[in-house]
């Protein structure tokens, strides 16, 4: 008999994903019967949502935590700027512009951070994230310090109207979020996916049975760039103002995004969700106590670090053994009559 691996398709995820099909279409006509209030919070949290799964794709995954992905925010905003204000792009077209640029630029960064190994590591990308911000702020051409503005040119070539400028935003927010997940999920079914949970449970094993471990470490982190540079670049084309401050702010494009992570459980593509909505509800309860909101948000991040360290998907996981995106892979046997039909299936002539 010879060894395979499989992936649990359970009836719990059968059922999840018929209910997220029919939430998703729900959530594109949200715009049609609700405020432009309650769009404008749902398209912030789609797009916390595909910053808070990347994060969790680089860390919880690759095992590479970075403290500076807020680098790849503003250089992907800065980039839209340039491509609109500059270049005459439309600005639809130059969100994934954006984030081809983030990659591009991630590719140098990456072979200098990648020198570094655990919290060198951390605190190296944070340093780096801090240089961006300190160079951008430099340059007259980019607004220096006090940043700039997109030109109402610009602003009507998205849509003439505000109401459904505002529409448009919120759907590609959804897109963009939902595209994130998407990829994630794949990747993580995918062999480069079985190779980042080798990385992430021994490097130095992985690498014994021939997993290629620094180019799926580069592949993973300039992907990751991308993205979070196309995110950025939609994120400050709804602002329509961006800063050095603004777009390489370290708590509002990572520490909230960890915090996320952290409490929902990192290593799950569910845990994400639930430090979303968790981030959110607190955010709303605590917006008029001023401090005491970061210092009450610490102190959960702090409880769930030394309590529960899985998070709260890790524990209703372990508790429940519940997987409403079944990326895990057990070990089965194969006989050789069940091989010779799999081979014959595959074999386009059989």
Known sequence: ??????????????????????????????????????TRLAGEMAYYLALAQLWNLLAGYAGLVSVGQQAYVGLGGYALFVLCGSLGVHPLLAIPLAGAAAAALSLPIALIVFRLRGAQFAVGTWVVAEICQLVIAQLPSLGGGSGQSLTAAVVRAIAAGRTTREMIFYWCSLAAGLAVLALVYGLLRSRIGLALTAIRDSEPASRSVGVDTFRTKLLTYVVVAFCTGAVGGLIFLQKLRISPDSGFGLQDWTVVVIFMVVIGGIGT??????????????????????????????????????????????????????????????LVRVTPARRASLDDAADPKG
């Open 1 to 38: 008999m010879r060894a395979a691996f499989r992936i649990d398709r359970g009836a719990a995820g059968r059922v999840f994903g018929l209910a997220a099909l029919i939430a998703a279409a729900a959530l594109a006509s949200l715009p049609l019967w609700v405020d432009s209030g309650v």
């Open 269 to 330: 593509i569910e845990g994400p969700f639930l430090g979303l909505f968790i981030y959110f509800a607190l955010r709303q309860l605590l917006a008029d106590y001023g401090s005491w909101y970061l210092i009450i948000l610490g102190c959960v991040a702090v409880f769930f670090m030394l309590y529960a360290r899985d998070g709260i998907w890790g524990w209703i996981s372990a508790r429940f053994g519940l997987q409403l995106f079944p990326v895990r892979r057990h």
